[in-house]
């Protein structure tokens, strides 16, 4: 089976720009969540979407903004673009268990995002 | 709030030696999942192992094996027989949907 795709693999944008990077979930994965990496820590959790709607958010501007589609899919939208917005941004998917605690998310091979 | 701390930014192993990597995790919830991934410099997060905070027993995955300590929220990593493969990043993270990462330990396996 294939794992978590993500699209583009690299992007470059200049401050101001808007971008939108895109991932492809494990074959019946339902559950997709964003992670941003900013070089040297480790990932910091954006947004998680399950069943199409919104189930959790990190402590990101209004700025940030995510959707997922009937297939699962999802789109994470950054708007204004700052320098410091320049990190890898990590898709990972899950399957949902009974009672709400997930499986295991499993990491896509990321979007590096240089803003300029 | 939830907290994941790793305090040791470097470690370094003998090829075919053991090395514990150690994390802490504090967290209110009752049941979650902990985990350790390893992340190369391709960057691609790899899923090592797995803890389910509710098991007592600690999980194992050849030659990869934890030590979940939950009353004294330690969670550590241990490598066995490592390999020159087994150099990356490190990372320890916990949660139950949002997962929460520590700051990492950069393993180097000297030849």
């Known amino acids: 089976d294939a794992g978590v795709t993500q699209s583009p693999t690299h992007l470059i944008k200049t401050r101001g720009q808007q971008v939108t990077l895109r991932c492809s979930p494990i074959?019946?994965?339902?559950?997709v969540s964003w992670y941003q990496q900013v070089l040297g820590q480790g990932p910091q959790f954006i947004f998680q979407?399950?069943?199409?709607?919104?189930?959790g958010r990190g402590n990101f501007p209004d700025r940030f903004s995510a959707r997922q589609f009937p297939n699962y899919s999802s789109e994470l939208n950054v708007n204004a673009l700052l320098l410091g917005d320049s990190a890898l941004y990590l898709c990972?998917?899950?399957?949902?268990?009974?009672?709400?605690?997930?499986?295991?998310?499993?990491f896509g091979p990321g979007t590096r995002l240089l803003v300029l | 709030a939830q907290t994941v701390t790793q305090s040791q930014p470097e470690m370094s192993v003998q090829e075919a030696e053991t090395v514990t990597l150690s994390c802490t995790y504090d967290?209110?919830?009752?049941?979650?999942?902990l985990f350790w991934y390893k992340q190369p410099p391709s960057r691609q997060m790899i899923l090592v192992i797995r803890?389910?905070?509710?098991?007592?027993q600690n999980a194992t995955e050849n030659r990869f094996s934890v030590n979940f300590q939950k009353a004294a929220k330690s969670f550590s990593l241990k490598i066995s027989d490592s390999q020159l493969g087994d150099a990356a990043m490190y990372f320890c993270?916990?949660?139950?949907?949002?997962?929460?990462f520590g700051t990492g330990t950069r393993l180097k396996v000297l030849a």
């Open positions: 979407y399950y069943e199409k709607e919104e189930r």
């Open positions: 990972a998917s899950s399957l949902e268990r009974a009672g709400g605690l997930q499986e295991t998310q499993y």
């Open positions: 993270a916990g949660g139950t949907y949002k997962y929460i």
């Open positions: 074959s019946g994965h339902k559950s």
């Open positions: 967290t209110s919830e009752s049941d979650y999942y």
């Open positions: 803890q389910e905070a509710y098991k007592q």
